[in-house]
């Protein structure tokens, strides 16, 4: 029986939620500078935006028993470097537009010593009101850009204007870890010291089998996709499904505090062709907007893409989410189930919207593995399930 569904599954290359390194860009060799603003003074290099969240709480003197206001649509591995810190969290809406709520904003700040934004799926959120009421009452402003690598807004890469920002890089590019901290007045405390290997190693044969899972060649497919079900459980992904629709979250990796990004993540992010991420990422985003627009039932979480936004993925509304996973699923199109997870710090009852979106949103893939075709199979799954 799994040597039929993995046959079946096998043969057509499935389409990855997340991109997959080529062989040679795991190899690669490069010396080229990062790109702006990754070789700015104030910024520092660390294995996850997680990681670098504790380390913006140190650096911004934030003392178990302070309260930071955050938002309350949120995937809930955030929230924890907060919480393992003794922090105390308020929590505050977001509009339609996914920028802070200016009333929920200021009920939430009131009493806390920072707060956070968050500028969701790439898309870049409008700072003005946050930055000017968090100015005023004297507390710092954090950005986590951990979906927005290469977002600008205005010109501007996103996470310049805030006191502190976070990026998580292997969201976006095929890495096998890395994120970032920007301090605005670069008062950043401590060094990155190296990553654990074993963890890198691990990282990288998990990426290395997502390219053979998604490669042209139904051999290579095969061959990996057999080798996963032996080896059942292999891999490094937050969020796994416990059973039904029971989701649980793994951890802050304490054992990770301090580690930097890692030298092969570092080497791979210099030859990556930024450029061309971006321009692939908003390219399949329009593409699957337009395509997608006539079919009932699937609402963008915003209706345009705004520019200068690189897009982690195309968030959509869908009142039957869960059957169209379904049958992306039985077609081997990933998608994501934007954050199934509930994290018991967020007093639901008070954001319907949020709750909302988290167990009807999902993101369809817009990453810069994808070709053209995959594209075109995923719609063509969606067009079928919708009956048209
Ligand atoms: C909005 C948001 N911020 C931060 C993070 C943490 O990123 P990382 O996995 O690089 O620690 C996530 C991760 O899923 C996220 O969705």
Redesign the pocket.
Known sequence: MIMEEVLEVAANRPVASMPWPTFGSLLSYSQRPLPHPFSSPGMTLW???????WQAIRSLDLKSGDRVAVPAF?????LEPFLIAGLELSFFAVGEDLAPDPTSFRKAIDGSSAAMV?H?FGLPVDLEPALEMTRRKGIPLIE????ALYTTRAGEQVGLAGDAA??????TVALP???ALHMRKGTEKGAPKPPPPELIRKATRHLLSRTLRSHPSAILRKTEGMRQQLRRGAGSI??REKGGDEWHLIKFPNELIGAGMSSRSLRIFRATDHAHVRERRRHNYIRLQEALAEIPGIVPLVPHLPDGACPLYFPVVVEEAARLRRALAAEAVGVKHI?PYFHAAVPWERFPREHHWKEKAIGFPVHQSLREEDIERLIDVVKRWSGR
Do not use: M, N, P
Request: net charge negative.
């Open positions: 294995t996850s935006a997680r990681i670098a969240l949120c995937c809930g591995s955030e968050t969701y986590d850009c951990a979906h976070i990026y998580s890089f292997w969201k870890d890395g994120g937050q969020l954050w």
